[in-house]
């Protein structure tokens, strides 16, 4: 970026503000900024920090009520945007301002074909002839990388995998050339090869078209990867502002070294005591070549026949007491179906799991019983994973109700209060609603109600994926204590290479249901093997401009 060009954006002493009730709550506090042609800006912050909010009262789509604007001007070509009426604002959007968001499914219209939806932009706009529209949509979707565009241009939004989903948002946003391009957490809930690939086409098209690109994110790598300058935000402020390499190498502000100091596996691997023992101890939990198979039903609207999906092959590995054993792999990779059977969710199609010595597919009634105690889970979702009518004294000590044997129903308010307490929560909290907290909150009660049956395995599936990257930290320090402390093992199911980095002992990696490499954390990260196992480590972001810099080099990508 060349700072004497003139910017195509100035954000000036924006403040935006929610009533809530009789109350009304600062969002956005007297922010400024600058974004210039050819530049990406990464507005970095946690949930709550006031950035998507800051992109919805640019774009025009603040929720209003609530949401008002106290005061600032947006100036774009001259003209302060916010000022404009709303079919002045309508002719502007899509042609010099356009916007992708994180949650495609419920961006894309699920009644229309990707097609029809991208070439509405030029029906619209530009008043052109459906065949001329329809002809630009197909070019727009082979731009973005969609193969065989012209037949998946019929498509329906719920025919593509999430990357290709926001491959398809992202040709929508392209339609009119916009000179601005807001990404509001494009690559949130994608794994990490899909988000490397999503990643390279937003610089891709940032370049062809000289576009400035605001990307807005909570993940330090991704900002790393695809910035020229960072805007720091926390509590609805600005806190710290400069150019990439300077924010991450010389943090000036206490909350953007907070920041940095919790991204997960920068740390040492933690030195673990099973090592020299495993050959000869006995294993907590043996799994021996587990598979569960999918037959898909001929439907009535589809020449297909009945096809077997293996979502889960032939998978071996022991788990042994205290130790953590790290399952990564992308979407589809059959981590969560091996768990699923582990936790008698689904039945195997074949294989066996040993818990103790007894098979865990024939158990019945007492044998059962047992095992729900001993083998406990936290799920990658807080909000589902909690019951909004209960309160957190209730939803932790539901389990003893079924295990009445555990704790006397007089004593159930001080043993919730104590485990609260081993969670790093208040004693007060147990009297609140799950609606009442955060979402790192609301994964520590989870651990809670995990830990009220002191189970000798927990199996966490995506337990820190959807939380903020200090909150992430936090919950990792937890489980790592909580096992140490109380001799806890973990099967713990990440696509998120270095959390797993920070926890595990070992690691397996699974691809299309088959266990492709496995070994000691040191071992995997340092010296992998398998292909698959490289190409993920080589697709995750660094929060290392330097290092960012060198491997898009390396890729012939252009920063």
């Not at 040709?171 to 990490?192: G, Q, R």
């Not at 078209?209 to 509590?235: K, P, Q, S, Y």
Request: with cysteine; charged share 25%.
């Amino acid at each position: 970026m060349i700072e004497e060009n003139k910017p195509i954006l100035s954000v000036k002493n924006l403040s935006v503000a929610f009533r809530t009730g009789n109350a009304v709550v600062d969002a956005v506090r007297d922010i400024s900024f600058d974004l210039y042609p050819g530049e990406t800006l990464a507005i970095l912050g946690e949930s709550g920090s006031g950035k998507s909010v800051s992109a919805s009262a640019i774009m025009g789509i603040l929720d209003s009520p609530p949401g008002f604007l106290r005061s600032g001007k947006v100036v774009l070509d001259g003209v302060d945007i916010l000022r404009q009426t709303r079919a002045e604002r309508r002719r502007l959007m899509g042609k010099s301002i356009a916007m992708i968001f994180q949650d495609t499914l419920a961006h894309l219209n699920p009644v229309y074909s990707v097609g029809w939806q991208i070439a509405e932009s030029f029906r619209t706009h530009l008043n052109l002839a459906k065949n001329e529209a329809n002809d630009r949509a197909v070019r727009l979707l082979e731009q973005v990388g969609i193969p065989n565009a012209v037949r998946r241009a019929g498509d329906f939004p719920h025919q593509f995998s999430g990357g290709q989903r926001q491959r398809v948002m992202i040709a929508m946003a392209l339609a009119l050339e916009p000179k601005i391009l807001i990404a509001d957490e494009p690559t949130t809930a994608l794994d990490v090869t899909v988000q490397a690939k999503i990643l390279d086409l937003l610089i891709e098209m940032r370049n062809q078209r000289d576009m400035g690109l605001i990307m807005i994110t909570h993940d330090l790598g991704v900002a790393a990867e695809v910035a020229d300058r960072i805007l720091v935000m926390n509590d609805g402020e600005i806190v710290e502002h400069g150019v990439v390499s300077q924010i991450y190498a010389n943090p000036k502000h206490s909350y953007t070294q907070k920041l940095l100091g919790a991204i997960p596996g920068l740390g040492n691997y933690r030195e673990t005591q099973h090592d020299a023992s495993k050959e000869s101890a006995t294993p907590l939990l043996r799994v021996e070549d587990l598979t569960k198979h999918y037959i898909t039903e001929k439907s009535l609207f589809s020449r297909r026949e009945r096809e077997i999906v293996k979502a889960c092959n032939n998978v071996n590995f022991d788990l042994y007491q205290g130790e953590t054993l790290g399952i990564v792999g992308e979407s589809g990779s059959g981590k969560t179906t091996v768990v699923n059977m582990l936790l008698k969710l689904i039945e195997p199609t074949s294989g066996s799991a040993q818990f103790k010595g007894e098979d865990i597919f024939t158990m019945q009634g007492q044998s059962l019983l047992n095992l729900r105690r001993q083998v406990q889970a936290v799920f990658q979702d807080p909000y589902a994973s909690l019951n909004p009518r209960m309160s957190v004294l209730d939803i932790i000590s539901e389990p003893w109700v079924i295990h009445s044997d555990v704790v006397e129903k007089r004593d159930y308010k001080d043993r919730v209060v104590e485990l609260l307490q081993n969670v790093g929560m208040l004693p007060d909290h147990a009297e609140r609603y799950p609606h009442e907290f955060s979402g790192g909150q609301r994964q520590r009660i989870a651990i809670a109600r995990a830990l009220a049956l002191q189970p000798q395995i927990i199996v966490c599936d995506e337990a820190v994926s959807a939380l903020d990257v200090s909150v992430q930290s936090q919950i990792i320090e937890l489980l790592a204590k909580l096992r140490d402390e109380r001799g806890l093992s973990y099967l713990f199911i990440a696509h998120d290479l270095p959390v797993v980095k920070e926890l595990a002992d070992r690691v397996i990696v699974m691809k299309a249901g088959e266990i492709v490499e496995r070994g000691a954390v040191d071992k995997i990260f340092e010296h992998p093997q398998h292909a698959y196992t490289i190409e993920l480590l080589a697709a995750n972001p660094i929060a290392d401009p330097e290092q960012v810099a060198d491997r898009r080099r390396r890729r012939g990508i252009k920063q």
